[in-house]
């Protein structure tokens, strides 16, 4: 994992140090990953120009050792920010966790990220390893807009019957699942190349 740049992105009402984000930073930099987790601009009212602009000027790397583990909102923000790299563009691997791409019900104020779509071909080009994680229990994003989500860009779709939506409320300070899943694309990675 020596030469793994991994860049976790958060979502709506979160930050870097919130859920997970910290152990799984801790856990890929004890492994020898360079690892980023950019601070998304005013997450209590998230822009999507201000976010995908934001990520264009922070993500310094996208070639075949950089990885991308994004939640929720940050989901959807990352796919809008890599179907404007380069289609010659190789990157690692995706694991998105709880991810959707269409409005979600109670959550109007998100819409805008979902109104434009992203360009699935482009992704499922530049992005070779694709994972989608979710839970059947989750009462923010339906399950339902996560397995879309993942039939949309052909990835793996890893279920958890419980899990909610993978918040520190849920009980979710780590999550090692999301760790396994990456390491796996990484090994990957190494033994195609």
Request: aromatic content about 8%.
């Amino acid at each position: 994992m020596k030469d793994a740049a991994v860049y976790i992105i958060h979502g709506y009402l979160a930050s870097p140090s919130h859920h997970w984000f910290p152990w799984l930073k801790r856990q890929l930099a004890a492994e020898g990953a360079q690892v980023f987790v950019p601070p998304m601009p005013d997450p209590e009212h998230p822009d999507p120009a201000e976010w995908i602009e934001f990520l264009d000027a922070n993500v310094h790397t996208h070639d075949e050792r950089t990885f991308f583990v994004a939640h929720s909102l940050g989901c959807i923000a990352l796919l809008r920010h890599l179907e404007r790299v380069s289609a010659d563009t190789r990157i690692g691997g995706l694991v998105l966790v709880s991810g959707f791409s269409e409005p979600l019900p109670g959550l109007p104020l998100l819409d805008a990220f979902t109104l434009d779509g992203y360009d699935v071909e482009h992704i499922t080009r530049i992005a070779p390893r694709r994972t989608v994680l979710a839970a059947l229990d989750d009462s923010i994003v339906p399950y339902a807009h996560s397995e879309r989500l993942s039939r949309e860009l052909r990835a793996k779709l890893v279920t958890l019957p419980t899990g909610g939506h993978f918040l520190e409320s849920d009980g979710f300070t780590e999550l090692p699942i999301a760790l396994n899943e990456l390491e796996s694309m990484i090994a990957d990675r190494r033994r195609t190349h």
